[in-house]
């Protein structure tokens, strides 16, 4: 699944794939992936970022424009 979400907010709070890659304990590269649709956001991280960036889970893929 395509988040494009993940990168919007990403480059909304001035943050490098790299510092979001810290925050979930994972490798960059492995990240890009998630941001791009490559691979699938788990839900633990998909989680883990709402909180970081203090939205909605339905916000955060899409299934709502309410933060």
């Known amino acids: 699944m395509y988040i494009k979400r993940l990168e919007d907010l990403r480059i909304d709070h001035d943050l490098s794939q790299q510092q979001i890659a810290d925050i979930l304990f994972c490798k960059r590269e492995v990240y890009r992936r998630y941001e791009k649709g490559i691979r ?4 633990s991280y998909a989680i883990k970022l709402a909180d970081y960036y203090r939205v909605s889970l339905d916000y955060l893929v899409g299934r709502t424009d309410k933060k």
């Open 40 to 43: 699938e956001l788990p839900l």
